[in-house]
């Protein structure tokens, strides 16, 4: 099987930057938000995005009408029955992915591949959700998607060769590196990545620096294209934090204990770029 129909559920940052990704790379995307108005305005997004490409003279004309009519909005889950490959892309939240696992489970085609776009949670747990554990995986694509070239396509304890040779075809298909990892919170760049991260906001917190002597540091003293306090509102201070809990949860390690100062900033909604305003303000800009 090729994988020609994906369904993508959550029309977040991720979400929506996997549906260009995909309608780009010749895929018939079914983009499912909650809302009918939320798939509709993050569609209207995806036109923007392209009409900017074609604008840098990145994308043809007709590519962008191609990949534009590719794409269905939809807030009926039922029309993802039909797929190939379905990727969630909703919340890091256990129990809501895994409600939404057993629901795909019931309305998908028996040949569907079931994936999750998880950056930390057991992927077998949502596994166990469905009677085809054989054919679930991780497809975890990078922020921004559209941009990063790498796919952690992520093998849980029940996943069958097959599903994660169809994934990896899938990620090369979308023009990504794929690398194949096993099912352990943080797969491979999250694990390593979130400590320093984690850190970076103690030694904040600590007043040790600001916060834009820390990334200035970061970016000039180890050639990274970020500092941590950027990539953290990047990524989304929600997110972060339920991927350090996560991390927390699998090893016990200190080092993935959240900083007492993330959970503050996400109890008052200092979410980061998508909130306006985390660690650095964007409203501004
Ligand atoms: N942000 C990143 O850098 C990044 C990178 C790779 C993977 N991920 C993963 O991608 C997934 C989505 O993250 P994001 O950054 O796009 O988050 P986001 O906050 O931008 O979007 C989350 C989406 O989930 C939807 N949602 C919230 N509660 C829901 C519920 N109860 N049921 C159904 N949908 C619900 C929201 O409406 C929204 O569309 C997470 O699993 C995250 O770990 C995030």
């Known amino acids: 099987?090729?994988?020609?129909?994906?369904?993508?559920?959550?029309?977040?940052?991720?979400?929506?930057?996997?549906?260009?990704?995909?309608?780009?790379?010749?895929?018939?995307?079914?983009?499912?938000?909650?809302?009918?108005?939320?798939?509709?305005?993050?569609?209207?997004?995806?036109?923007?995005?392209?009409?900017?490409?074609?604008?840098?003279?990145?994308l043809s004309e007709e590519d962008r009408d191609g990949a534009l009519q590719r794409v269905t909005a939809t807030s009926d889950l039922g029309e993802l029955a039909a797929c190939d490959l379905v990727i969630e892309s909703v919340v890091e939240d256990l129990p809501t992915k895994k409600e939404l696992f057993n629901e795909l489970d019931r309305i998908c085609g028996d040949s569907t591949i079931l994936a999750t776009n998880t950056s930390t949670l057991p992927i077998i747990e949502m596994a166990m959700e469905t009677g085809r554990p054989n054919k679930v995986c991780g497809i975890h694509f990078f922020n921004p998607a559209p941009m990063m070239a790498l796919v952690e396509v992520v093998r849980a304890i029940t996943s069958s060769d097959e599903t994660i040779a169809e994934a990896t075809a899938f990620a090369q298909a979308c023009g990504k590196n794929p690398v194949q990892?096993?099912?352990?919170?943080?797969?491979?760049?999250?694990?390593?990545?979130?400590?320093?991260?984690?850190?970076?906001?103690?030694?904040?917190?600590?007043?040790?620096?600001?916060?834009?002597?820390?990334?200035?540091?970061?970016?000039?003293?180890?050639?990274?294209?970020?500092?941590?306090?950027?990539?953290?509102?990047?990524?989304?201070?929600?997110?972060?934090?339920?991927?350090?809990?996560?991390?927390?949860?699998?090893?016990?390690?200190?080092?993935?204990?959240?900083?007492?100062?993330?959970?503050?900033?996400?109890?008052?909604?200092?979410l980061g770029r998508k909130t306006g305003q985390g660690f650095y303000d964007y409203k501004k800009k």
């Open 181 to 270: 990892v096993r099912d352990q919170a943080g797969f491979i760049v999250n694990a390593l990545l979130f400590p320093y991260l984690n850190n970076a906001v103690r030694l904040f917190d600590a007043g040790v620096a600001s916060r834009e002597d820390i990334d200035a540091a970061m970016k000039g003293g180890c050639n990274f294209p970020m500092g941590p306090l950027e990539l953290l509102d990047l990524v989304g201070l929600d997110t972060s934090l339920s991927i350090l809990e996560a991390l927390y949860e699998e090893f016990k390690d200190p080092n993935y204990a959240p900083a007492p100062r993330l959970r503050r900033m996400v109890s008052a909604e200092l």
């Open 1 to 58: 099987m090729t994988v020609k129909r994906v369904g993508i559920v959550g029309s977040g940052i991720m979400g929506s930057g996997i549906a260009e990704v995909a309608s780009k790379t010749g895929h018939e995307v079914v983009l499912r938000s909650r809302k009918q108005e939320t798939a509709d305005r993050t569609v209207a997004g995806l036109e923007k995005s392209l009409n900017k490409q074609v604008e840098k003279g990145r």
